[in-house]
C-alpha cells in the first residue's frame, strides 16, 4: 500500500542537523504514527514520503522553508531580568511559556546581559537544515473516525 492523504502511516525516523548531531529520533521506542496529508508532519517530510509503500528507506534533506520555518530577526525581544519570575536561576538555552499579542509561545533565553535578557520566539529548529533517515514501517487506511478527528487512535495514537 503506498502512503497517500487518508493513510496511518508508522515510520521509524533519526533526525540530524547539519553537523550530524542528533535533535530527534524514534530509536529505542516506538515508531512515529500519523495520518498523513493534514499537515502532522513537516511539510517536506510529507511531501518526500508520498507515494512510498513499507519496508521504504529513505534520507531526506528539507531546506528550512520546508521545515521549522526561517529565523525571523523581529522575534527576538529584550526585556528586563526582573519581568521573568518563577523560573529560578535564568541561563543561556532555557525556555519559557511566555503569552504576548501573539498568544503563548515558547521562548528561548539566548542573552543575558546586566538586567536584560533577549528572548527568542524563533522555532529553535527555525533555519535548520534538517536530514531525516526514515523507514516506513506500515501503511494502512485510516478508519472514518480517524479522518474525521484528523488524528490517529490506537497504538502511537490518541486514546479518548
Ligand atoms: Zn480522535
Redesign the pocket.
Known amino acids: 500500500m503506498q502512503i497517500s492523504t487518508g493513510k496511518v502511516v508508522s515510520i521509524d525516523y533519526t533526525l540530524t542537523d547539519d553537523k550530524k548531531q542528533v535533535l530527534d529520533s524514534s530509536d529505542g521506542g516506538d515508531p512515529l504514527t500519523y495520518l498523513h496529508g493534514v499537515g502532522q508532519l513537516i511539510s517536506g517530510l510529507e511531501k518526500e514520503l508520498d507515494g512510498k509503500s513499507a519496508g521504504d528507506s529513505l534520507q531526506v534533506t528539507i531546506k528550512p522553508e520546508d521545515g521549522y520555518g526561517v529565523r525571523d530577526d523581529s522575534s527576538l525581544m529584550v526585556v528586563p531580568k526582573k519581568s521573568i519570575q518563577g523560573v529560578g536561576e535564568l541561563k543561556i538555552g532555557m525556555q519559557l511559556h511566555a503569552s504576548g499579542g501573539h498568544g503563548r509561545q515558547v521562548v528561548t533565553i539566548t542573552k543575558i546581559e546586566g538586567d536584560e535578557v533577549t528572548l527568542d520566539a524563533n522555532h529553535p529548529l527555525a533555519g535548520a537544515t534538517l536530514h531525516f533517515d526514515v523507514t516506513i514501517r506500515d501503511v494502512r487506511d485510516a478508519t472514518e473516525?480517524?479522518v474525521a478527528?484528523g488524528?490517529v487512535?490506537g497504538p502511537g495514537g490518541?486514546h479518548?
Open positions: 473516525e480517524e478527528h488524528h487512535h490518541h479518548h
